[in-house]
């Protein structure tokens, strides 16, 4: 696998870390960037590093590092806030501009977030909007003329089902809606081209399979041709075309920038600039090669091992992202028993055990192992332990 960088990670030697698709390890140049910046930049240069140590233009500079792994063109993509505010600022934009239509149209496979940010924005705006959420399977059929904006993550959170972009977009478009799709599952994980899908806007996070960290900022794309016209529904002084000019009044930048919000955390952004570093000379398309070969080899196993679980993934690797999940009744109890075993893996209720495949330091020798232990805790019903039964505030 031309992708493996495990060396590149500073991950525990005792740890299988399947857990990638909810936080990314951390990689080893981000610790001596982040003490660079504390140290030299902020202790040092103070207040001038907004410009001398260049915090200013952190968030399209790093947008475009982003913006090469999810085929969107330079100066369409910057960084910032979190993934709920830019799922409000890209609705709120995409509702503007069909003012004459009021259903917004998602998924039961969607992450509740980007729900829960759908009916605030339309409870905000109060003028009859509508939050219509379709099986997955049923989303394309749903789209028709009433619908002002497609609202969809592109891989689900649950299962790593993927959603088509390119035809889903298609079907929007045809019948006037506006495109949005929340790459948080995407990013990192599988070969993403926004600009060749024509989409108006794209979402995500960084602290997935971009390696982040805990709270990374969220990122933005808007179609080039649509940029001026997009309103950023946030109006911070950072996406003001003059921040500095200090005016009473907002006029938006003419750029991306104007989907800036607040200050933006350099302290994270210097992590995750140096994060973006492991993938210098990557494709994503060796990536997906590499990725499909680890899960197509840990179902495999898992079946063969574990006969009580049931997949609940997409079985054609087509059909999933880089993530295998896995239904069983206790499923919480058993992947409490797998991570004190150094296998960590997470759940998501009611039943759904989630195991992320990630070529970057993931390989074959660890998706047995892994497999075998999972064979341990189910057949030893190690997962009965005591210690497993009470529920973690993040699970």
Known sequence: MTVYRKALFDIPADIIYLDGNSLGPLPKSAG?????MIEAEWGQQLIR?????GWMDQPARIGNLVGRLIGAPAGSVVIGD??????YQALAAALEMRPERKVILSDSGNFPSDLYMAQGLVETLGRGHLLRVAAPAEVAS??????????????DYRTGRIHDMPS??????????VMIWDLAHSAGAIPVDVAGSNCEFAVGCTYKYLNGGPGAPAFIYVRPDLVQQARPALSGWLGHAAPFAFEAGYRPADSIERMRVGTPPVIQMSALEAALEVWDGISMDEVRVASIELSELFIGEVEARCPDLELASPRHPGQRGSQVSFAFEHGYAVMQALIARGVIGDFRAPDIMRFGLTPLYLDVDDVIAAARVLQEVLEQELWRDHACQPSNPVT
């Open 32 to 36: 001596a960037r982040v003490n660079r």
């Open 49 to 53: 590093g907004w410009n001398d140590a």
């Open 82 to 87: 979190t993934l709920s505010i830019k799922v």
């Open 142 to 155: 749903a789209i028709d003329t009433s619908v002002a904006a497609v609202m969809l993550t592109e891989v």
């Open 168 to 177: 889903i977009t298609a079907q929007a478009h045809q019948a006037g809606a």
